[in-house]
């Protein structure tokens, strides 16, 4: 055709185009390309075309090297539409390059592009596999003002996006749009939600949403059952926990696990149940979880609580037997427990362990509340001659006492 000077319009080149792409011959292709850039008669489908070529050919960075050549050579704004931006995003999207899927929706916005609904499903899910919650909401809102109606899975996730950005107003909305149009949120959404809703102080709501996930036939699951716990307690209600988890215990103790067992714990610590702390502690071992460091913390910051220092040392032995490392905070709620009980010489022990200026400066300040001013004070020597920094409490401690000396 081209000897005999006849001109193949662009939609013959096309099939040919698709045809050498589909049998291997590359080579072939990209001069067929060229040459329908010389005589200006590329489409969207052809740009379509060699980017997911270019990209299985090659790789996702030779095609993105290539839309921006084409960007450059003046092609983008004219010849490009929804399709071909939908080919790159998706190309980019496959190696989670969601900085550059990012600047692709900019770019097509600034080109008076309109996104389709590929456009957004597309965004949204590699926004959500990469961590980037915030922006995968954007993109579903600019979808939802589009006129555009998300499906199950992109509702899901979003949802999902809204827990993880403390938007639970947007993910109760979007989970009463899909019961109102008839689609039924997973339990892996219903359990974000619940979640989300805890988080916000919203225990009642979270209760609500629960016994619909119900309703739906979905069995919660320990996740399920711990975000409740959890709601509950950060409502400042650990009585209403602990009496939750007794009846996950009785109802469902399969659901039990580490997680569920701690925010029982956390709920022990708060209202000084040391007994009950001890019982559950007991129980997570028996049963064959292994005994963490968060658990005995909270069973020790439990005997704090209730002043039974005796009680936490003992937990605090028992940690070592097991080989379970006790942290910084473990120390800290050991140390405040032995002051409250007086116990100075096992306080020293402590301190051999773990000499740390958060330590000194708890025993000090602790001391001086107990009116155990010269004690405090030669502790305060040591601290410095340990060069350690005391606090601004502890400094403003001793400077009160010097005065009055």
Known sequence: MELAGLHPNAHACNSLLSSLLRNGLNDNAMRVFRFMKDKTITTQHTYSLMLKAVAHAQDCDSSLRMFVELEEEGHGNKDFDAVVYNTIISICGRKNYWHQCERLWMRMKEDGLTGTKVTYSLLISVFIRCGQYELAIDAYEEMVQNGYKPNADISQAIIKACMKEGKSDLALSIYHNMLNNGIEPNLIACNALINSLGKAGKVELAFKVYNITRSLGHNPDAY????????????????????????????????????????????CSKLGLWHRALQLLWKMETSGLSLSTASCN???????????????????????????????????SLVRSCIWGSLWTEIEEILKV???????????????LRGKIDSAKKMYTRMREKGLKPDGKTRALMLQNLQKS
Not at 226 to 249: E, K, Q, T
Not at 309 to 314: K, S, T
Request: net charge positive; proline share 5%; glycine share 4%.
């Open 298 to 332: 909270l069973v020790i910051s439990a005997c704090e609580v209730a002043r039974k220092p005796g009680i936490a040392l003992q937990v605090y032995e028992h940690m070592i037997y097991k080989n379970c490392t006790p942290d910084m905070f473990t120390h800290l």
């Open 224 to 267: 399920t059952m711990n975000a409740l716990v959890s709601a509950l307690y950060r409502a400042s209600r650990p009585g209403d926990a602990l009496l939750l988890f007794d009846n996950i215990m009785r109802v469902q103790p399969s659901q039990l696990n580490s997680h569920l067992y701690n925010n029982a714990l956390m709920s």
């Open 354 to 368: 773990s000499p740390t200026a958060s330590l000194y400066n708890a025993v000090i300040q602790g001391m001086c």
